[in-house]
DNA sequence: GTTCTTTCTTAACCTATGTGAACGAAAACC
DNA sequence: GGTTTTCGTTCACATAGGTTAAGAAAGAAC
């Protein structure tokens, strides 16, 4: 595998070495390209049949409403894969966009190879699955946390858990993430500095 | 398998049919139990050791916050599986607490059994890959209307997607899984009820 | 450097949803 | 069948966050 980083998380994930024929069999299907700033990766209405594992640079998916709001849906950094789930996993349209925060070097996995791959090699499925388990409990904080606290609360907690994400990221992206508006974000902001 | 609606509801979710050894180690591995209504499968502090796949009954979890305020995370009824995620896949404390509405007749599938079948056939990875892969679809979908839908739009959406929960589960809930109390979302059935 | 564009901040006012409390209707319990 | 909880509704009032608009600050483009 060309990409020591992506073999690394893998074999964190997995809590085992992955085997060098599993190695050139993801080398076989995946394939490395790179965007500038501000490129659409998935536009909205077609199907997304990639994934993306980031290996260097800023991505994010989000989706418009009817009243014409962008939500942020999902930020992704390095060592993040990133896709439009509804349409990659089930062959759907797609309903949100996915567009580069920088410029932007990645690995790109088609639907069919990713299918491909996880015939190939039993240890794909197991990736895949033990990557969702960890995805899945993510989100399920991230709802309760979005349904049961205000505001300031879902602001502290993102700062807390993506500290990182606050330095790369424009506010008004993390306001539409945390379900606010920018002006909002910037008064919580103004509160959260004069009370601590 | 004894378990004649889960055996199809695999094969469905898979696209093909699961081999007898698979059928009989799943048999080895899982149990049947039944509670009575408002017995409690999952407790918050403690580890959520099982998963469990709904053979008639309903159940739900939540989560209490600071303030006191219950949350429902999630509903399940015959053929969904439920289970508190972090807690159950990372072998952490449960933040939530999971509870029948009903009496449950249920099949439990322990941590332990759950990696030893994935490890006994690569059919089962597979499996609860795909099933996964789903849940994250609907949980991005959930997310995205709770950030940027208002409650009426987010209890229509629930409505539309869910009738047979709107039956059979109390109001209170539907509420708390909305993000909303009780009196608001009496007062936009209200609402609704007015203007169609 | 200067200009143009994007992002962030502030403020005044507005609205959806929360709060607390009271009441009636179911449902559970004996 | 009567009693006791639980659940749903309504209302008056409170508040977090939305809206509109304007300007400041920070980047990008030239």
Redesign the pocket.
């Known amino acids: 595998m060309p990409h020591h980083t992506l073999q690394t998380t893998i074999e964190k994930t997995l809590g085992e070495s992955l085997p060098d024929t599993a190695c050139r069999q993801f080398d076989a299907m995946a394939f490395e390209k790179s965007f500038d700033?501000k490129q659409l990766l998935v536009e909205p209405g077609r199907a997304c049949n990639y994934q993306y594992f980031i290996l260097e640079g800023a991505c994010y998916s989000y989706y418009i409403n009817e009243?014409g709001?962008k939500n942020a849906v999902q930020f992704a950094i390095e060592n993040y894969w990133i896709t439009d789930a509804a349409s990659y996993f089930a062959g759907q349209p797609s309903v949100s966009t996915i567009e580069t925060l920088e410029p932007t070097r990645l690995l790109v996995l088609s639907r069919q190879n990713f299918e491909l791959l996880c015939k190939t090699h039993p240890l794909w499925d197991r990736y895949f699955r033990i990557l969702l388990q960890t995805t899945l409990a993510h989100l399920h904080y991230r709802i309760v946390n979005t349904t049961s606290?205000?505001?300031?609360?879902?602001y502290r907690e993102f700062s807390r858990l993506y500290p990182h994400f606050i330095q790369r990221?424009?506010?008004?992206?993390?306001?539409s993430y945390l379900?606010?508006?920018?002006?909002?974000?910037?008064?919580?902001?103004?509160e959260i500095?004069h009370k601590g």
Do not use: C, F, T, W
């Open positions: 700033k009243k709001d606290e205000n505001a300031e609360h879902r990221i424009p506010q008004y992206l993390i306001a379900g606010i508006k920018p002006q909002s974000l910037s008064r919580i902001r103004k500095a």
